[in-house]
Structures are given as structure tokens and as C-alpha cells.
């Protein structure tokens, strides 16, 4: 069975600029995780989609972030404009129905 | 809201020792799930094991096993016969039936040959 797959890997761009990132999560799977992960901390949950819809995404800096999930199987999530302190791992993470979730292995983002 | 400690930001073990990492968790909820995920210098997250707060017996998962005290809101990671892969960052997770998923600042684990 594939896993989360994430892409790009790494990213570097300006301030300022724009950024998006790709997760396709584990066939099958109706929830998705958006998580930021800054170094030497836990990730942080921006965004969860159940199918195709938003079930939380109180912690998005909505100003800059967003995310789309249209027809309910991959995902993107986009930066504009990018700031200093977005520097991160970009995690996507997807579930079923047993609450455990399965990590990509993330998209680090260094914002010069 | 819902919160996670993990109160050791480093550990350290010599090789084949065990050793055991803390989490205590804040929540209102009487229903809810656990986790220790690994994440090697790779950063790929890995869940290590999981736990439902409704069972009174402790997960155990090969030489993974958790001290699960519901009412001291505690949620311990005991690691035996400690290897060099077992290197990692540590989280402890909550989540309330797959929403308000919180982890903790983790515990960064070197394992001494």
C-alpha cells in the first residue's frame, strides 16, 4: 500500500513570494492533516478535511494560508505572501476511521 | 483546550537499557486516543503505538509499552532493550475521536552504544 505522498520535497523562495504544496494521502483515506512543524518543535494542526470539506481550521493564518481539497482525494496548500517565520515542515498526514494518523514525509520551507 | 506536555526535552540511554519517556495531556473528555510517534532525523513521522483512553490495559506494541494513569492524566513511552535506531524525536499526541489533534513539544532521544 503507497503512502503520503508530498511534494516538492524542499523549497526555498523570497519573501513575499507565493509557495504551494501537494500531499495525495493513502487511498481510501477520508480525513487529511495540513501541519506546520517548525525546528525543535511538534507539529501544529493548520488545517483538517473530512472528504472535501473543512472540519477545522482555526489555527490557519487565513490572511496567507489556504487550502483546497476539491474532489476530495489530494490536497493543496498555499502560501501568499510568504513571511520569514513561515520557515517550516509542511506535514500532510491522512486517516480512516481509527483516529491514527500516517505522515508524508513533509516539505521544508526556508524563506529567505 | 486541549494541551501536551512532554516535560523532557532531551533523553538519553545506553544501548539495550530501557528507558522511559513522559507525556501528561490536559482534557474535559472522558473518551479519547493517545499516541507516541517517532520521527528519525529522516522526519518522517512514525506512529510508534496507540492507546484508547476507554481501555483500562496498557497498549503494548513488541518493546514499546505505555503507562497509561487516566486519572493523573498521564501517558508514559517505556522503550526496552533499547537499539541505536530507536534514536529519534519523540511526540505524544491526543486527539478527541479524530479532531483536536494536539502534540507535545517532544522528547529528542539518543541512544549511547
Known amino acids: 500500500e503507497a503512502g503520503v505522498a508530498q511534494s516538492p520535497r524542499y523549497k526555498i523562495i523570497e519573501k513575499r513570494q507565493s509557495v504551494a504544496f501537494w500531499c495525495n494521502p493513502i487511498s481510501g483515506h477520508a480525513t487529511l492533516y495540513w501541519y506546520q512543524q517548525i525546528l525543535g518543535q511538534g507539529p501544529k494542526l493548520l488545517i483538517q478535511f473530512q472528504n472535501n470539506g473543512v472540519v477545522d481550521d482555526s489555527q490557519l493564518p487565513k490572511d496567507r494560508f489556504s487550502a483546497e481539497r476539491l474532489k476530495g482525494v489530494d490536497s493543496t496548500l498555499k502560501i501568499q505572501p510568504a513571511k520569514l517565520e513561515d520557515s517550516a515542515v509542511y506535514l500532510c498526514?491522512?486517516?480512516?476511521?481509527?483516529?491514527?494518523?500516517?505522515f508524508g514525509p513533509g516539505t521544508r520551507l526556508t524563506v529567505l | 483546550a486541549q494541551t501536551v506536555t512532554q516535560s523532557q526535552p532531551e533523553m538519553s540511554v545506553q544501548e539495550a537499557e530501557t528507558v522511559t519517556l513522559s507525556c501528561t495531556y490536559d482534557t474535559s473528555e472522558s473518551d479519547y486516543y493517545l499516541f507516541w510517534y517517532k520521527q528519525p532525523p529522516s522526519r518522517q513521522m512514525i506512529l510508534v503505538i496507540r492507546q484508547e483512553a476507554y481501555k483500562q490495559q496498557n497498549a503494548t506494541e513488541n518493546r514499546f509499552s505505555v503507562n497509561f494513569q487516566k486519572a493523573a492524566k498521564s501517558f508514559s513511552l517505556k522503550i526496552s532493550d533499547s537499539q541505536l535506531g530507536d534514536a529519534a524525536m519523540y511526540f505524544c499526541?491526543?486527539?478527541?475521536?479524530?479532531?483536536?489533534?494536539?502534540f507535545g513539544p517532544g522528547t529528542r532521544l539518543s541512544v549511547l552504544p
Open positions: 499526541a491526543y486527539t478527541y475521536y479524530g479532531q483536536n489533534f494536539v
Open positions: 498526514a491522512s486517516s480512516s476511521v481509527t483516529d491514527t494518523q500516517y
